[in-house]
């Protein structure tokens, strides 16, 4: 019987074919997981920089829905991680952007709206499935312990099967979840220490978010520079105070004539649920005029915007509803916030 040369040679083409594919993947695989190494621990070095202060909004967006992740707000000082606010989908934009989150050293909640805390779970339990080999420390005013407690209850499974099915020399069940740290901002404005450490002072102080109560905001201090994250707040002589000379004050911004007409649009549409809701929210956000109002007032350098209600869509948008109403009274330098946006603060 003759051997047919032909399909012969068409085997051994896809028999080499199929070598090479097999050889391709191999390296295709190593090469990816290097370069994901390697990108790893450029970010991490560069953040980690005790040589300036580096601060990624996280997510900017809000309860509203829109293509952002919600608040959080990453604060790089010092060497140390620092986190505030935790909304839907934080842990895995974290991630994302390489932000060594095995290192984080403690998370400030500002208070208990799902849109500020509703991804804690997945921090905590990303950061320790990913390497985390340190206490994760979660300050915030009271109700704080309550809220952990309850991830950590939720979350028990998941701890007992990974450490289970890894073994602990890989996922130590010893730095699972998160410890609670709970404080009471001081009724009369003034600021309060509540984390401490190598220098980097964070300062905890009531914010006007009524009937959310406590709610606060904090200031970030370290070798002469300041930060103030806003949290949720109507306008506000504590958070005024609280930014007096800030060289960056982080703040949400509504535009309650947008918000207005929405509430209007539903109750024309006879939809009273979200034309009260509509109405409602407008008493405990600061408007855009408002904020550059306070910012001014309190001699802010840089003014950062985020939690921005609504999200605008376009430079046209974001000019009307935010910058306009903000530039007629604040001087200082204005960044609209997205995702992911990079700030950095060299230190002398």
């Not at 509203?64 to 140390?80: E, K, L, M, W, Y």
Request: hydrophobic share 40%; with cysteine.
């Amino acid at each position: 019987m003759k051997k047919n040369p032909i399909k012969l040679s068409k085997l051994c083409i896809l028999f080499v074919l199929l070598l090479c594919l097999s050889c391709s993947w191999d390296q295709i695989v190593r090469g990816r997981v290097i370069e994901s190494i390697n990108a790893k621990a450029d970010v991490a070095r560069d953040l980690l920089d005790p040589n300036k202060i580096t601060i990624i909004l996280t997510g900017t967006g809000s309860p509203i829905p829109s293509d952002r992740i919600q608040n959080s707000t990453a604060i790089f000082v010092n060497g140390q991680f620092l986190v505030f606010d935790c909304g839907d989908g934080v842990a895995f934009a974290m991630e994302k952007l390489h932000l060594p989150v095995t290192d984080i050293n403690g998370i400030f909640i500002t208070h208990f709206h799902s849109d500020h805390f509703a991804d804690l779970g997945e921090v905590i339990d990303r950061s320790w499935l990913l390497g985390r080999k340190q206490t994760l420390n979660v300050y915030g005013p009271k109700g704080t312990s309550e809220l952990v407690n309850g991830f950590l209850k939720s979350y028990g499974q998941e701890y007992f099967y990974r450490t289970k099915h890894h073994g602990e020399a890989v996922v130590p069940s010893q730095w699972k979840g998160a410890k609670p740290n709970e404080f009471l901002p001081n009724a009369d404005g003034s600021s309060k220490i509540v984390y401490e450490k190598d220098g980097v002072i964070v300062r905890s102080f009531f914010v006007n978010h009524v009937p959310v109560e406590p709610a606060v905001g904090y200031r970030i201090e370290y070798k002469g520079k300041s930060i103030v994250i806003s949290g949720d707040t109507a306008d506000s002589e504590f958070l005024k105070k609280q930014s007096s000379g800030a060289d960056y004050l982080i703040s949400e911004v509504m535009s309650k004539s947008i918000v207005a007409k929405i509430g209007e649009s539903y109750q024309s549409l006879g939809s009273p649920r979200f034309t009260k809701i509509m109405k409602d929210i407008q008493l405990y956000h600061i408007d855009a005029e408002e904020l550059g109002r306070l910012a001014e007032a309190a001699k802010v350098n840089t003014l950062v915007l985020t939690h921005m209600i609504p999200v605008s869509r376009n430079f046209i948008q974001t000019k009307s509803l935010y910058k306009d109403p903000i530039r007629k009274s604040f001087q200082g330098n204005l960044i609209i916030g997205e995702d992911g946006k990079r700030i950095e603060i060299p230190l002398p």
